[in-house]
């Protein structure tokens, strides 16, 4: 059992806790470990859609229903909210640490996970370029027919409707794989191509 009792010493009001040692200790515990739990917690609203032109599409995650987008506002993002744009339309989503996401018109995506370790997304169709800062956590980008692993990069990928992806590097590389496993890591000023069925073409040097 633990007792507190409060008592005024002068102008001030001490607060003292007595009671067995083993009750001590498990409250102590209590406390230090509500302390780590609120310090390692989720992330809040840690994405958001910055800025948009064109009309941009939402739908949160857990409902079936797309919501055009009109507010000025800065927009937070939670896991697995999808986001589509139609034609002449963009939209920019910065993360907390400072990397940012450009939708191309006519493209869909997903930030599948954000954690403190990585962030995941998921690229449906379209394009998206991304400037990932260097030293953050781990970034991916994943399509019908790759994965795209990086660090601090400037890259872009898009997928067809076909499911194929093509990957264009402009500073830092990329590591990038197909379904069965195979990968090859593409530097800057070069890109490479996925099937779809699988299969990862040899980096060329990139005409754009």
Not at 34 to 63: E, M, W
Request: proline share 3%; aromatic share 8%.
């Amino acid at each position: 059992m633990i007792t507190v009792k409060r008592y005024r010493v002068g102008p001030l009001r001490e607060t003292f806790i007595s009671g067995s040692p083993g009750a001590i200790r498990r409250l102590a515990c209590f406390l230090i470990s509500a302390f780590l739990l609120c310090g390692l917690g989720p992330l809040s609203n840690a994405a958001y859609i910055s800025s948009y032109r064109g009309n941009v599409d939402l739908k949160k995650t857990g409902t079936s229903e797309w919501v055009r987008l009109t507010s000025e506002e800065k927009i937070a993002l939670n896991e697995n909210d999808d986001i589509k744009t139609a034609r002449a339309s963009t939209a920019e989503i910065l993360l907390d640490d400072g990397t940012r996401i450009k939708l191309a018109p006519v493209s869909s995506f997903k930030i599948s996970s954000e954690t403190n370790e990585g962030v995941s997304l998921g690229l449906y169709f379209g394009r998206i370029r991304s400037w990932v800062k260097k030293f953050s956590r781990k970034f991916e980008v994943r399509t019908p027919s790759a994965v795209c692993a990086v660090r601090g990069t400037d890259f872009m990928v898009s997928a067809d409707e076909t499911g194929d992806t093509r990957v264009e590097v402009y500073d830092g590389s990329v590591l990038t794989g197909d379904s069965r496993g195979r990968t090859n890591l593409v530097r800057a000023g070069e890109f490479s191509e996925v099937r779809k069925g699988g299969g990862v073409d040899l980096p060329r040097n990139n005409p754009n």
